[in-house]
């Protein structure tokens, strides 16, 4: 069936205090509505709609990879004003789902049962019974338990605001039936808008068929209105990946000290000690280690490696066994074969360092092809800026370079070379050669030391 989906993401959300649109505050790093946007695209059939209002230019920009039909909503009267403005570009069969961009934990699987109850003469609402209900539209039904209105809160009598199931404000509504609905909506009520749940009537007194489904919880369908609810949403919505690691078979050495600000994969065996950040997609292979206040984005890193403490890894790609940290930082083009090792305050960049090869101290290693078992003394570094180009740093298998060696590139150090600390090098080293290049040593005989004045 086709599958028109309306997002509604115009309102400022004040309570929020912020120069920004309420939907464009992140929930696991990435925007409310975008969340929203993903899961409504993974349904078959999607043909997405977004309404704006407040920062709209904003708003539609961070949601422009959607490729969702923007409609513009400038003076907001409500739900059903909403849904009118969208009316035009709603197909003409199929059934039209209504989402919200600050209810950012709507699953997948709950709008899919809906989906499935979908016919051209059947609405699905998506209630929720609570225990406190203040706030949010009643469910009523007939003495059938027949769904026959949706009273808001406002709107209700003392009776009606007993009842405890209520709307959660999405429904899928069948579009042979929408367009006449949406045009006869009025705003007489106590807010003096247009409210998309009256149309609930008008389906009862057509005898269209309404059915309900419930969402698994209720974090699913809760709403974002200030920041605290936000950091609710985030804790909830941490501790659902949380868990899902730990099915998978993760160790988390405390699950509530964990953050997943994108897409994390694990294998088997994986452990990760506490407050870790991974953003973006990380792949982890079986048997890696990751001590505590690591920093992952982007990165894919192979069997039994071990990622010490207080080590930043981003786009980069670590191969097995490697030992890593801590307080190591790994930028963007950074390749580690087998076995090798990145020690503390190292820093690499656009670095391809061979098996088994050795970075151990205090380094920087940018703009570089390494080979295999090379090892590198503590703070050595590779000279590859020139103050307009950046150039690259060659070393072949098996070389040995002493502490505190500057290479400046462009340079070549070929197989089994040994540079001698201390050294600047600015020529190629050949094959087995021995470089040193630094001033020759003179000592003086009764230097007087400078003394305080």
Not at 8 to 30: D, N, P, Y
Request: glycine share 10%; charged share 20%.
């Amino acid at each position: 069936m086709n599958q028109d989906i309306v997002i509604l993401a115009a309102g400022k959300g004040s309570r929020m205090k912020s120069a920004f649109s309420k939907v464009l505050h992140k929930i696991a790093g990435e925007a409310m509505v975008c969340r929203v946007l993903k899961t409504a695209s993974a349904l078959s059939g999607a043909n997405l709609h977004l309404v704006v209002g407040h920062q709209g230019e904003q708003v539609a920009a961070a949601c422009q990879d959607f490729s969702a039909n923007v409609v513009w909503q400038n003076d907001p009267q409500g739900t059903g004003d909403a849904l009118r403005r969208v009316a035009p570009s709603l197909q003409s069969t199929g059934a039209t789902l209504t989402l919200y961009g600050d209810v950012p934990l709507i699953r997948q699987a709950t709008l899919e049962k809906m989906m499935a109850l979908s016919t051209p003469n059947t609405l699905v609402l998506l209630t929720i019974s609570l225990v406190n209900p203040t706030g949010y539209g009643r469910i009523v039904r007939n003495a059938q338990g027949q769904v026959e209105a949706i009273v808001e809160q406002k709107d209700a009598t003392p009776e009606q605001l007993a009842i405890q199931e209520v709307n959660t404000g999405i429904l899928l509504a069948p579009n042979e039936h929408l367009q006449g609905w949406l045009a006869s909506l009025t705003n007489d009520n106590a807010q003096g808008e247009y409210y998309l749940t009256d149309i609930i009537a008008m389906a009862a007194q057509a005898g269209v068929e309404i059915v309900t489904v419930q969402p698994e919880s209720e974090a699913e369908v809760a709403g974002v209105n200030d920041r605290v609810q936000l950091a609710a949403l985030e804790r909830e919505l941490q501790t659902q990946q949380a868990i899902t690691l730990m099915q998978n078979g993760a160790t988390l050495l405390d699950p509530a000290r964990i953050d997943v600000r994108g897409e994390l994969t694990t294998g088997q065996d994986v452990v990760i000690d506490v407050n870790c950040i991974f953003e973006g997609k990380v792949v982890l292979g079986d048997g890696v280690q990751i001590g505590a206040n690591c920093h992952l984005k982007d990165c894919t890193v192979g069997d039994n490696t071990i990622i010490k403490s207080n080590s930043l890894i981003d786009d980069s790609r670590v191969g097995e066994s490697c030992d890593i940290g801590p307080f190591a930082r790994l930028r963007p083009g950074t390749e580690l074969a087998n076995k090798a090792k990145i020690g503390n305050f190292v820093e690499t960049k656009k670095a391809i360092i061979g098996e088994g090869s050795k970075v151990n101290h205090l380094s920087y290693i940018g703009d570089t092809e390494m080979g295999a078992h090379v090892n590198v003394g503590a703070g050595t570094i590779t000279c590859n800026y020139d103050g307009v180009n950046k150039h690259l740093t060659q070393v072949a298998d098996n070389v040995f370079i002493g502490s505190n060696t500057s290479l400046v590139a462009p340079v070549q150090v070929a197989e089994g070379a040994t540079i001698a600390a201390g050294s600047t090098i600015t020529k190629a080293v050949g094959e087995k050669k021995l470089a040193f290049a630094r001033a020759h040593q003179a000592n003086k005989d009764n230097w007087p030391r400078p003394t305080k004045k």
